[in-house]
């Protein structure tokens, strides 16, 4: 059995930083890439970042672009999400996930097959 354990959510103010991780385990787990996700009450679950392992290629969102950085170690099953300048808006459940196969639709939260059980990121005014 596979599971994804995030942890590093928090309460920030405006302006600040956090630093989430994410680890895999299970006897058999590998993944081709891994990614973090977000929702917020009422909302969809948004894709924010993703990585992916044969090449280190990574993608963002465009609300996530020049202040989160996606990193990570495949052979440690960890993932990582720097988050910088934090913003009010920023305020969701944040997961990670990982990908078995190479699906090239990396945003589409359905291409990813396993998930955790998400880390509350709250950011305040």
């Known amino acids: 059995q596979v599971q994804l354990v995030e942890s590093g959510g928090g309460l920030v103010q405006a302006g600040g930083s956090l630093r989430l991780s994410c680890t895999a385990s299970?006897?058999?787990?590998?993944?081709?890439?891994m990614g973090w996700f977000r929702q917020a009450p009422g909302k969809e679950r948004d894709f924010v970042a993703h990585?992916?392992?044969?090449?280190?290629?990574?993608y963002y969102a465009d609300s996530a672009k020049d202040r989160f950085t996606i990193s990570g170690d495949n052979a440690k099953n960890t993932v990582y999400l720097q988050m910088n300048s934090l913003r009010p808006e920023d305020t969701a459940l944040y997961f990670c996930?990982?990908?078995?196969?190479?699906?090239?639709?990396?945003?589409?939260?359905?291409?990813?097959?396993?998930w955790g059980q998400g880390t509350q990121v709250t950011v305040s005014s």
């Open positions: 299970g006897r058999t787990f590998s993944s081709y890439a």
């Open positions: 996930a990982a990908q078995r196969g190479g699906s090239v639709y990396y945003w589409r939260a359905l291409d990813y097959d396993y």
């Open positions: 990585i992916r392992w044969t090449d280190s290629r990574t």
